[in-house]
């Protein structure tokens, strides 16, 4: 191949990267910061109508569902974009924080949401298990490590670029 085209690719790839890293992060603020306070506070919202702990949790759990495919992208994306980066330019400092995203994404989306959805299906009682609260606080970990994982990743690959110019 073209050096100067692989050259072209790889940027453009970079860029594409850094957009999902950003998204990702976007994702999981949105989930964590905008749309869990309001769900579960809906009652501050509308004074009539407001749904109970478990509806507000079963919603919850499908926007985390339908968010879990973006950050599974995501982390196939980290996986493959710093194994190429660590092959071609000798980059392997990044790894560190990439591992570190993919495994609580991972963790999150394979191990702790299925396991929030099994607890569910038992119906209202799960509010009061104590395996659920340990459960969910486990996932909440999972989350924030995801999140400030990808923020590092974020933040260190714009400062390499901006030190490269």
């Not at 957009?19 to 579960?40: E, H, R, Y």
């Not at 980059?91 to 924080?97: C, G, P, S």
């Not at 609260?133 to 996932?139: K, N, R, V």
Request: hydrophobic fraction near 60%; proline fraction near 2%; include cysteine.
């Amino acid at each position: 191949m073209n050096p100067k085209l692989a050259t072209a690719l790889f940027q453009a790839f970079t860029i594409f990267y850094l957009l999902m890293l950003g998204f990702a992060c976007g994702v999981i603020l949105s989930l964590g910061a905008l749309s869990a306070p309001v769900i579960f506070r809906d009652a501050l919202i509308i004074t009539e109508g407001a749904i109970d702990a478990f509806q507000a949790g079963m919603i919850m759990t499908e926007i985390f569902v339908r968010a879990s495919y973006v950050l599974l992208f995501v982390a196939i994306l980290i996986a493959l974009y710093e194994i190429l980066s660590a092959t071609i330019h000798s980059q392997k400092r990044f790894l560190i924080f990439g591992s570190i995203a993919i495994a609580a994404i991972l963790l999150f989306v394979l191990y702790y949401l299925p396991a929030i959805i099994e607890i569910q299906k038992q119906g209202e009682e799960f509010l009061a298990n104590s395996n659920f609260h340990a459960l969910h606080q486990q996932s909440v970990w999972a989350f924030y490590a995801a999140f400030y994982a990808l923020i590092a990743l974020f933040a260190s690959r714009v400062l390499l670029l901006l030190r490269q110019q």
